[in-house]
């Protein structure tokens, strides 16, 4: 997902509880700075806060961030000299998105796997049949006739 023109997630939507992998390749990036530093925290009052030392790849920097239960993910950026990049002062803020929660009893996992692998079998048993009956069909009466020529290869 994108979130800017220079800041991406590995994921499309931000869940809380979950954790996300953040791909910066903003102004720091591209002015060549050796490290940079990823400033952030949770909600209006930036609960949590937290900076850790991102990863340089030749993709960007990279770091994974957990997620916690608030309403908004609030992060800048700073490199190793002390310059920042906070959206023009505005900071980057995105939403989090509750973690729905199924009220579907889950069975035994491997009860439930069972019917599925059975219909998964015979769907391809049915598959190589139906190619069987097709290539008789297509080309017994080919061979029985004599029109049945095969390709020669020199």
């Known amino acids: 997902m994108e979130l800017t023109k220079n800041i991406f997630f590995n994921t499309d939507k931000l869940i809380e509880n979950t954790t996300v992998k953040i791909s910066y ?17 949770f909600g209006n009052e930036w609960n949590d806060l937290n900076e850790i030392e991102m990863e340089k790849t030749e993709l960007g920097f990279q770091a994974e961030i957990a997620l916690t239960s608030f309403d908004t993910f609030n992060f800048c950026f700073r490199d190793g000299n002390n310059n920042w990049d906070n959206n023009d002062g505005q900071n980057y803020v995105f939403p989090i998105e509750k973690n729905i929660v199924s009220l579907v009893a889950v069975e035994d996992t491997e009860s439930s796997l069972l019917p599925s692998r059975r219909l998964r079998k015979s769907y391809i048993w049915s598959k190589k049949i139906r190619l069987a009956v097709y290539k008789i069909i297509t080309y017994l009466p ?8 095969r390709k020669v290869t020199e």
């Open 142 to 149: 080919k061979i029985i006739s004599g029109n049945y020529k």
């Open 25 to 41: 390749t903003g102004k720091l990036f591209s002015e060549n700075s050796e490290t940079v530093f990823i400033h952030y925290g």
